[in-house]
């Protein structure tokens, strides 16, 4: 462990599949402390974090969550619904989710709204401060576009969340692993991350990014709640990328 | 295929031991006209059959059909398009690619492959796959919750069916088997099985779990983030006390005789498709930019003239410590002339030169 080192927050990974690792990864080499952890025994993990995560603890989903500043939750939304909220109290938890019917099947508490599945999720996590971030961006480029900061043609991700604290710490966790943070202000207003949405799946910069979303938001069609980003709403790059 | 030393020790090619294998994945892909009409179900199907004979009679390894359920890709029941391929060639490698087993009874799958394997003379394979295509859940029945689970069940009963003896067996997602006999029995030892794996590390461990072969689908993104898949699966075996086992690579892709001619009749076709799936699935329909990118070497499209797309397979091939490269061709729209002039210059062209390359 090396969080005496590095003063970063501890980052505990709920997921070990498809997304999960790629987010694992991307942290470690930000020099962050990460624990991981899958459904079950940490044991099994021990091949794939050895191997695709080095430097992460496998850990069981309990302790990863307890010893964690931020959890990231890369696990399917049907999963989460399983998830006791009492262990998150507390933490800052990004939601990396998505609510993909075609993917998961039908879930009531997420199809029978209007919200959006990150404003579903934090209201089940009522004691947690809840960000949304990197759900828009394919498991299968996560890492391929990652760049340090300053980079020309950087690719922006969205955060939204109601917590403001929260999304500027979240901010620098993005910034930090290789992405241009947009603030699209509460996470009502981060429907528009969404499957279906003008940014989802896309490689945007950050300028592409706001435009797109503008582009796709006439006022009429915004969700209650919503505003608009301020261009140039990013906290500034910040020092001391990668390694 | 070159003869090549045997793997000896940790630091070599796991890979060099298994023979060079170069083969054709189909989903069934609905052709159109020549005046761009999509031609029906029926005629689609025939077309697939025509294909495979062609591909066995140019020298192609191996033809897979994997299982959709669409108007686009009307093709649910691969294995008796299969079992006309099988009647009418003799040399040439059949099997799934992929049959979603978690909608699927495992039982029927090993007595449907087990009877390929029988009409072809042991000819047969499956390629299992958890489904990325999940149509099939609601069809059948099946909650998409629950894709996991029934995944591990059935992968593991399929696993215990493929040793050929009677079978006891328990779960939550079929009914128990007790000292059951399956038939028909395999004639000469279980047929190749590959688990089809698309970025989760766990299914690559169970794939070595389980005994199966992996085979990479990589349909997007840089193909050359999968190599640590690639040591994870053998990595896993080594830990499940099993051999080193063959890593096949799984991708779309369109040969034509220039790269121009091969880009005008694949985009306009695999823009479309993927819109589809887009709609489906709320992504983003990719750009021609996007498109140049995945056809570029970096991307995981192989589409361009022999040429081009023999440097990519064997690129990858080495890039990803795998011996077995299945291209998927076609594409929803395309002519079926189109499609045979491709499996033509797959099997003439880019196979030996892929065989050069990798030497």
Do not use: C
Not at chain 1, 69 to 93: E, M, N, S, Y
Not at chain 1, 136 to 149: F, K, S, T, V
Not at chain 2, 154 to 176: D, H, I, M, N, Y
Request: net charge negative; no cysteine; charged share 20%.
């Amino acid at each position: 462990m090396h969080e005496a080192e590095t003063g970063l927050p501890r980052l505990g990974v709920l997921g070990a599949g498809h997304v999960g690792p790629v987010i694992a990864r991307l942290a470690i080499r930000a020099g962050y402390p990460v624990a991981i952890a899958g459904a079950g025994d940490p044991a099994d993990l021990s091949l794939i974090t050895e191997l695709l995560v080095p430097g992460a603890q496998p850990r069981w989903a309990t302790d990863a969550v307890a010893d964690a500043d931020v959890v990231v939750l890369a696990i399917p939304l049907h999963r989460f619904l399983t998830v006791d909220p009492a262990a998150l109290q507390g933490k800052l938890v990004i939601d990396a989710m998505n609510y993909w019917p075609s993917g998961d099947g039908v879930l009531s508490d997420f199809a029978d709204t209007a919200a959006g599945s990150s404003e579903i999720v934090a209201a089940r996590l009522a004691r947690s401060a809840v960000v949304k971030t990197l759900n828009h961006i394919g498991y299968h480029e996560l890492e391929d576009n990652a760049r340090p900061a300053g980079t020309p043609d950087r690719r922006a991700a969205g955060i939204a969340g109601d917590d403001a604290a929260a999304v500027r710490g979240v901010a620098g966790i993005i910034d930090r692993i290789g992405y241009d943070p947009v603030l699209l202000g509460n996470l009502s207003a981060g429907r528009v991350l969404q499957p279906g949405g003008p940014v989802f799946g896309a490689v945007l910069t950050a300028p592409e990014f706001e435009q797109a979303i503008r582009a796709a938001k006439p006022a009429g069609d915004l969700p209650s709640g919503a505003t608009l980003p301020a261009v140039g709403a990013r906290p500034g790059a910040r020092s001391g990328q990668g390694g | 295929m070159a003869v090549r030393p045997p793997a000896n020790g940790s630091g070599a090619d796991p890979q060099a031991q298994f023979p060079l294998v170069l083969g054709l994945d189909t989903f069934g892909d609905r052709n159109a006209d020549s005046d761009g009409k999509p031609v029906s179900h029926a005629q689609t199907i025939r077309n697939v059959v025509e294909q495979g004979v062609l591909a066995e009679q140019v020298g192609v390894d191996f033809f897979g059909i994997g299982e959709h359920h669409t108007g686009y890709f009307p093709m649910p029941a691969g294995d008796v398009a299969l079992a006309a391929i099988a009647a009418r060639t003799t040399r040439i490698r059949l099997g799934s690619a992929v049959t979603v087993l978690s909608s699927d009874d495992p039982v029927r799958v090993f007595q449907r492959y087990s009877t390929l394997n029988a009409i072809s003379g042991g000819r047969a394979e499956v390629i299992l796959g958890r489904g990325s295509s999940i149509e099939s859940f609601p069809l059948f029945g099946f909650d998409l919750a629950e894709y996991e689970q029934l995944f591990e069940e059935k992968a593991a009963l399929f696993a215990e069916l493929l040793k050929g003896e009677p079978v006891t067996w328990q779960g939550s997602t079929r009914a128990p088997l007790h000292d059951q006999d399956v038939v028909p029995h395999l004639e000469s030892g279980p047929f190749p099985a590959w688990v089809g794996v698309g970025g989760s590390p766990q299914s690559v461990i169970r794939a070595a779990r389980l005994g199966f072969g992996l085979t990479l689908a990589i349909i997007g993104g840089r193909p050359a983030r999968f190599a640590l898949f690639s040591e994870l699966y053998q990595q896993a075996l080594a830990k499940f006390g099993r051999p080193p086992m063959a890593v096949a690579v799984h991708s779309p892709g369109h040969v034509a005789a220039t790269d121009e001619q091969a880009h005008e009749e694949f985009w306009p076709r695999w823009r479309d498709t993927i819109a589809l799936v887009a709609e489906e699935r709320g992504f983003a329909i990719p750009d021609e930019k996007q498109f140049r990118w995945d056809t570029g070497p970096e991307g995981s499209l192989y589409v361009g003239s022999p040429e081009t797309v023999a440097r990519k397979i064997a690129a990858n091939l080495r890039a990803l410590g795998a011996s077995r490269f299945d291209l998927k061709f076609g594409m929803p729209g395309l002519t079926q002339q189109s499609v045979l002039t491709s499996i033509e210059l797959y099997g003439q062209q880019v196979m030996p030169r892929v065989h050069e390359l990798v030497r």
